[in-house]
């Protein structure tokens, strides 16, 4: 069992965005299947559930406690680890272990008062690790904070999950280019912004994102960590985005064949 | 109109407190009511709503933007301001002036990143505030932050708003205690543990709270910020609080009459 779960597909702001009547605020408060949670996965397999960030904050109770194996985070923006200020007080024996990038900082008072979770040495890029449901291997990105995507790894199963970035680091996009050609059955992307003349800071936009997809051609593009402007942007041009790619909406599942 | 809402009675850990299976939280999974979430109020008065304290995660859902006429805070710690994390990327026009303690780092990156929210210069302790639709006295408390609770008059009735703390400091009581005798309508307090032998570090017990009651006097006593424990200890003895002692609960109401 490998099944993974979009928990949330949206950038800090969410959507809906507070006091905003865009139209696609409008339609994901008119539609609660349209809102985007703060942009998180669940990996379920047979040891348990990975939560992969957790920026969403009523994770204590869509989750049991004996439910959650690990957590991992591609970084510690709030948007990210949030949903954390809660469950650490649990008063569990069972410890949660916490995996993470390199960042000695941590969010405010985290790493003071972790609680139930323990927070484990950071990873290092490009080192996979094989644990006993699926393999995983940290891929540094480009964002304001030191950030880790991931490639997921399960029999022949793979997943690249790269969010926060704005493009991808050199190392990383060699790394990606040598999985042998057509062996990546997804990638997962940042896709904050619709198509900008010049590209966001911190979050890839269409074109960048387009750009990603000719170097690494993915069998599937998955677009996650979407703004209301890119919704807005997609709901005026709904044939703008090639064939092979996949809108992510919160609630939505992959699975491993 | 000068309604006071409990938005939140909780301690950090809430209630229920993940994975707990004690009384008090298996009470609170079976009946909604019995809920506590983070500790806040809700103020309404003819201009709108004032947030104090902004804890709850679902700020953004609860209040439309055009409602919301302020926000008051009592301290930095995560479970006062996580809600806040949201709510700044509203791209509204207007601004959300946000009222604090003297706190030179804030939350995270909340100072870096205010958004929508404008935080203002820092309150003078025991220097009252005129606002339009009632006054508002900042007090000093004991906590592990820098924080202040606050005296709320509206015409003749007065409540003091008095969490996170252990104790008060001598000057906070002194200003109390210098209010005219029986004209405290309300002190509402942190009464996050039952009765301890030794007093908690940052939280009052029920020992201290009985002192400050002797001390002070008011009409009501109103306990907030309450653990798990306490509410097993309440489950256990009924009866062992005073009758002009309040339990406070989420969603519950006072009104200046
Ligand atoms: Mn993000
Ligand atoms: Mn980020
Ligand atoms: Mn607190
Ligand atoms: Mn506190
Ligand atoms: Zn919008
Ligand atoms: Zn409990």
Redesign the interface.
């Known amino acids: 069992m490998f099944d993974i779960e979009f928990t949330g597909t949206g950038n800090?702001?969410?959507v809906?965005?507070?006091?905003?009547q865009c139209k696609a605020c409008l339609r994901a408060i008119a539609i609660p299947a349209q809102r985007r949670a703060p942009c998180s996965l669940a990996i379920r397999t047979s040891l348990g559930i990975t939560l992969l960030d957790a920026g969403r904050?009523?994770l204590?109770e869509r989750y049991?406690?004996?439910d959650i194996h690990r957590i991992v985070l591609t970084h510690f923006h709030?948007?990210h680890v949030?949903g954390l200020?809660?469950?650490r007080?649990?008063?569990?024996e069972e410890k949660i272990p916490v995996f993470r990038p390199d960042d000695p900082a941590g969010?405010?008072?985290l790493y003071k008062h972790p609680g139930?979770l323990t927070f484990q040495p950071p990873f290092t890029p490009f080192q996979p690790v094989m644990w006993e449901d699926f393999t995983l291997t940290p891929l540094p990105l480009q964002h304001s904070k030191v950030t880790l995507g991931y490639l997921l790894e399960k029999d022949d199963f793979r997943i690249a999950y790269l969010t926060d970035t704005v493009g991808l680091p050199a190392k990383t996009e060699v790394f990606l280019s040598n999985l042998s050609p057509g062996t990546l059955d997804y990638l997962i992307i940042d896709c904050s912004e619709p198509p900008r003349d010049i590209p966001p800071k911190n979050h890839n936009d269409v074109n960048m994102v387009l750009r990603i997809h000719q170097q690494l051609r993915p069998k599937k593009m998955i677009l996650t960590h979407i703004s209301h402007r890119l919704d807005c942007w997609l709901i005026d041009n709904p044939h703008a985005i090639p064939d092979n790619f996949i809108i992510a909406y919160d609630g939505m599942i992959i699975s491993a064949p």
Chains 1, 2 share one sequence.
């Open positions: 800090a702001g969410q809906p965005v507070w006091g905003c904050t009523d204590a049991a406690f004996d709030m948007d949030q200020f809660h469950l007080w649990s008063e569990r969010a405010d008072d139930v």
